[in-house]
């Protein structure tokens, strides 16, 4: 089971992006799934968190701006990012709670995926 995190790339300020992070493989279900970020130099940050029945929890640096949703159907996390800002510049990361069909659950990183804001 590895989730594939994609959409990332260069931005400018106030422009917008849309990642995808999709799970694939012998998944019974899927509890919380997220986006974190890690700039140069900084340790990773969660960015934002969705549980299985939809509820949220936002950093404060991008409440309003982002939002983040999911298709439990297709086990994909989907991030809308909006008014980017340089800031937001980091790798960002997907990660998933994922219990297979064994019944053992383990929290599952994506690859990354480079969101570069600037002009």
């Known amino acids: 089971v590895q989730p594939q995190a994609s959409g990332g790339g260069l931005v400018r300020p106030g422009g917008s992006l849309r990642l995808s992070c999709a799970a694939s493989?012998?998944?019974?279900?899927?509890?919380?799934m997220g986006w974190y970020r890690q700039a140069p130099g900084k340790q990773r940050e969660l960015v934002v968190s969705i549980t299985s029945g939809g509820n949220t929890n936002y950093a404060d640096s991008v409440k309003g701006r982002f939002t983040i949703s999911r298709d439990n159907a297709k086990n994909t996390v989907y991030l809308q990012m909006n008014s980017l800002k340089p800031e937001d510049t980091a790798v960002y990361y997907c990660?998933?709670?994922?219990?297979?069909?064994?019944?053992?659950?383990?929290?599952?990183w994506g690859q990354g995926t480079l969101v570069t804001v600037s002009s």
């Open positions: 493989g012998s998944i019974f279900s899927i509890d919380n």
């Open positions: 990660n998933a709670a994922i219990t297979g069909v064994t019944g053992r659950t383990l929290r599952y």
